[in-house]
């Protein structure tokens, strides 16, 4: 089936959606970027996207420390996704990738003076680590320090450093890599947040450790805490801690609730999903899905019935 991309404010073919090769933003990584999906229920014949609102919220965020801005308001942009996400017509789950870019066709390191473009296109996705838990190695490579590369911004040149740990994590045999913040403490996955459960309790790298702030990440807090009585903990967490966590999870838009078996050749517990873990991975994949509905305000319905 063909994909759509909305591009240069309309929707086309995906293979329509082309830029130039003098664009500013493929020699210097000048984008900010979405990861959203649109998460399939096959009961309701139905297509949810999750917070999407908050999504383009974040990217708000962004594009304001990077001198961009979005070419329309947050609901227009909210219902240009639906449209979108719409013509594609896909009944399996889909992924979006909205993408404001410096569009000047002109070199030169900088921010200032440079014009902007703003694209969107879907495919479907099923999970991005597709196993039932997955083993991971701490990275060799650190998350860069705010007055280095802010960790809060998801812009295209800062995954360099997620893409350096992914592979490195991959050929050193294991499924995800855990990267560290500059300071030696815990910091997140390449492309996911981490959270430990010690004692009953979610633990969780605080804002300060370099990391990227989730909505999935945020989500599953929420859940935990109204759903479960479940407390979490934002602070620094060391890295021999994450050896002796009684469970351990990554949580992200592609990833959802993976369960983590392993840290560097170490079982976690007892090498299983834990109790705790396998409650939030059940509750976050019925919200996804539109199956609670104290939290229906996280799912878009993208087809009108």
């Given amino acids: 089936m063909p994909s759509y991309a909305y591009f240069q404010k309309k929707i086309m073919p995906l293979e329509e959606a082309n830029v130039n090769v003098m664009t500013h933003f493929l020699h210097y990584g000048t984008g900010i970027f979405e990861g959203i999906r649109a998460n399939w229920n096959d009961r309701k014949k139905q297509a949810y996207i999750f917070r999407l609102k908050e999504h383009y919220e974040r990217m708000a965020r962004g594009c304001h420390i990077l001198k961009m801005k979005l070419p329309a308001s947050i609901d227009e942009l909210c219902k240009i996704t639906v449209d979108l996400v ?15 870019f410096t569009s000047s066709l002109n070199l030169g390191v900088r921010l200032h003076n440079l014009d902007h473009d703003f694209l969107i296109f879907a495919f479907p996705w099923g999970p991005y680590l597709d196993k039932d838990k997955v083993s991971c190695g701490v990275s060799s490579w650190h998350r860069p320090d705010d007055n280095v590369n802010p960790p809060q911004v998801k812009s295209t040149g800062i995954y360099i ?8 994590a991959i050929e050193n045999g294991f499924d995800e890599a855990i990267v560290l913040s500059p300071h030696g403490h815990v910091s997140e996955g390449s492309g996911e947040n981490i959270f430990l459960v010690v004692n009953g309790k979610l633990i969780t ?4 450790n370099n990391i990227l702030i ?30 002796q966590a009684q469970e351990c999870f990554l949580t992200g838009t592609a990833a959802h609730v993976t369960p983590v078996s392993q840290i560097d050749r170490r079982a976690v517990g007892n090498g299983e999903i834990g109790p705790i873990t396998a409650k939030l ?11 609670l509905p104290k939290y229906e305000h996280w799912c878009m319905p993208v087809f009108k019935k």
């Fill in 214 to 243: 989730g909505i999935t990440r945020n989500s599953v807090i929420e859940l935990a805490k109204n759903e479960l009585g479940i407390e979490t903990i934002e602070r620094s967490i060391s890295r021999a801690e994450l050896y």
């Fill in 205 to 208: 790298p605080a804002p300060y």
């Fill in 86 to 100: 719409a013509k594609c017509n896909y009944q399996e789950d889909v992924y979006i990738r909205p993408l404001v």
């Fill in 281 to 291: 991975q059940e509750l976050y994949v019925k919200a996804i899905h539109g199956e």
């Fill in 161 to 168: 450093n997620n893409a350096l740990a992914k592979t490195e």
